[in-house]
């Protein structure tokens, strides 16, 4: 490898990111603090926790600023979790069903 | 042989710069090996934390019994005050705080700043290293007070403590495994080891850390607070 193949970017940036991370998570908190309920409560922690994971993936992993060949590598397997979460997801709701209809007491 | 010259076969962007990446005669990842390896590992190891939360998903779906609050579940009094799931946002600003000085960390090293490296390095080992202990403290506080065991809890739902267990101890490991890796690196750094073979491992260090930060901003918001 050329020896300076690193990143390199402004520090600035990264104390932006820490701040808004610190922001991020205090919503976050908050969402339980507040007793949010229902749609809202878990549509904001989705956000939050989405905007968050983004920034620290984006940026303190630096992947923003490297090549479209690796971003491919690490997002394309990820399919297969949604699959795997949505087959979960429809057995988990089979499940509570059968207990309901032959267990529950 | 490609005729351009090394440097500029990696500068085509997109998709038509992705096909020339896989499909010229060339290495297909502009990045040291280690770093390649780094990112693989990590990609693995998403698939761990997704598997062990997508099962937690599946057994909290289908439970009948009551699933325990885990805001309630993780309060604490302090001063008298009684404030829901307070230590687990402690954690939570620790890990992001020694993300963010291990993404300093990673910028002074390829500065060449070799002091700076160590000193925020250091920091960081030292802020992971307390929020192992604060999950120490969580971990004790839930198994003598409240009586959680793997296979049941006095508040409901069996299946909360070995989801709980499984997936907070399979981080704090990862946590505890990231303290010991940034220690022997940074004391490396320190000794003047790669001032010959160029700072990567730095990065790499870091790209493992910011890893178990991002898989603390999952299980925070699965676990804990929904």
Known sequence: MSETAGQQHPIGIYLKIWLLLFVLSTFSYLVDYFHLEGFLRWSLILLFMFLKAGFIIAIFMHLTWERLSLKYVLFLPLLAIAVLIALMSIEGDHTHLMRLTFFDE | ?226
Not at chain 2, 39 to 63: G, K, Q
Not at chain 2, 109 to 134: I, P
Not at chain 2, 160 to 177: D, E, L
């Open chain 2, 1 to 226: 042989m490609d005729t351009r010259t090394r440097e500029d076969s990696y500068t085509e962007p997109g998709v038509s710069g992705m096909v020339a990446d896989w499909a010229a005669d060339k290495q297909a990842f502009d990045m040291p090996w280690g770093k390649l390896m780094m990112w693989i590992f990590l990609l693995s190891d998403t698939f761990i934390f997704s598997i062990f939360l997508t099962s937690y998903m599946n057994v909290r779906m289908s439970a009948t019994a009551e699933w325990p609050n885990p805001s309630e579940v993780f309060a604490l009094e302090i001063a008298g005050v009684h404030l829901p799931l307070i230590l687990i946002a402690i954690m939570t600003f620790v890990l992001i705080t020694s993300s963010g000085t291990m993404a300093m960390a990673v910028n002074c090293a390829y500065r060449r700043d070799r002091r700076k490296t160590v000193w925020l390095m250091t920091a960081t080992a030292l802020l992971g290293a307390s929020f192992v202990g604060m999950q120490a403290f969580e971990w004790t506080k839930l198994i003598v007070e409240e009586g959680v065991r793997p296979w049941g809890n006095p508040m409901g739902a069996a299946q909360f403590g070995s989801t709980f267990f499984m997936i907070t101890g399979f981080h704090g490991m990862h946590v505890t495994a990231g303290v010991i890796y940034l220690a022997i690196v940074a004391r490396r750094v320190a000794k003047g080891r790669y001032e010959q073979k160029g700072y990567a491992i730095v990065e790499i260090a870091g790209l493992y850390w910011h890893f178990v930060d991002l898989v603390w901003v999952f299980i925070f918001a699965f676990f804990y607070l929904w």
